[in-house]
């Protein structure tokens, strides 16, 4: 559904496709000839060589993935991203929307999300960026990002859901599918200080090696979960969505009553099952 066909010759240029897909390619192909032949230049007037390509991707799913949670991109960023992305014929852009550092989505159904878990005092690599700045422009934070709350500096912010139907109307314009990530039950601390009920332990804190995860035995949880998946649901066409489950420690489900009394109900042995 993606292969096309591209000649130059000396009357014109012809391309060939199946599908609109296909079609785009070749003009991404096309693009990349022209570039290489005026060696990135910009010409009055180039002259092109004659060349013929038959051409089909190896791989149906070809993705990049961006995390917007531990440093957050403007919304003029992510369209610049669909561009190179269409250049190289990516065709699946997974974007990494929450994690401990920052919730970067808008939920109308639990506001807090954005008023508490989209802002973060800066830690440890906000510092990195901030030196680097110095030297190389690429690493610095844009000003909309900071703000004082509470006489306290804070870095973050997130994307409105207007701002996510543009990105995703713009991206698949350019035959790109945006794959939404919400990860959990680990990597929740954005959502567990904007909402600390959603914790074991009521609290949002760390572990031996990561973060306190969500507590999957409560109703509030279970609530709260799909809760989100609604609002994703409805805000991202794609077939897919990525829930992470990576890095979770248990330590504070095996000393929760809740979960005590969840593994008795459901006849399991452990934290783990």
């Known amino acids: ?21 296909g079609a785009f390619w070749a003009v991404q192909s096309l693009k990349q000839y022209i570039w290489n032949s005026v060696k990135g230049q910009k010409n009055s007037s180039f002259q092109l060589q004659g060349i013929q390509i038959t051409d089909e991707p190896k791989y149906e799913w070809r993705g990049f993935h961006l995390d917007v949670s531990r440093h957050m991109f403007t919304k003029e960023y992510l369209l610049k991203i669909i561009d190179w992305l269409a250049y190289y014929k990516f065709n699946k852009f997974h ?11 808008e939920s109308k159904k639990l506001p807090l999300l954005n008023e508490v878990g989209s802002w973060r ?16 422009s690429a690493f610095e934070i844009d000003p909309r990002f900071i703000k004082v709350r509470n006489g306290k500096t804070v870095y973050g912010g997130f994307y409105t859901q207007e701002d996510l139907k543009e990105i995703i109307a713009y991206a698949a314009n350019h035959f790109i599918e945006i794959i939404p990530e919400i ?25 031996t090696e990561f973060s306190y995860p969500v507590c999957p035995c409560s ?10 998946w609604d609002e994703i649901a409805d805000l991202f066409p794609s077939k897919y969505v990525h829930i992470g489950a990576d890095e ?14 969840f593994m008795k109900a459901n006849n399991l042995k452990n934290a783990n099952e």
């Not at 990494?96 to 970067?104: A, E, I, M, S, V």
């Not at 005092?121 to 190389?136: E, G, P, V, Y």
């Not at 279970?222 to 989100?228: A, K, P, Y």
């Open 1 to 21: 559904g993606e292969a096309y066909q591209l000649e130059v010759n000396s009357t014109g240029i012809v391309i060939k496709a199946s599908t609109d897909a």
């Open 95 to 105: 974007l990494h929307l929450t994690d401990d550092q920052g919730w970067r989505i």
């Open 121 to 136: 005092i800066f830690d440890r690599n906000d510092s990195i960026c901030m030196r680097k700045a110095k030297t190389n």
């Open 183 to 207: 990860d959990m039950p680990g990597h929740m601390s954005a959502a567990i200080r904007a909402y600390p009920r959603l914790s074991c332990t009521g609290t949002a804190g760390w572990g």
């Open 219 to 228: 109703n509030e949880t279970i609530d709260f979960t799909f809760q989100i």
């Open 248 to 261: 979770v420690e248990k330590d504070t489900w095996k000393s929760s009553a809740t979960c005590a009394a």
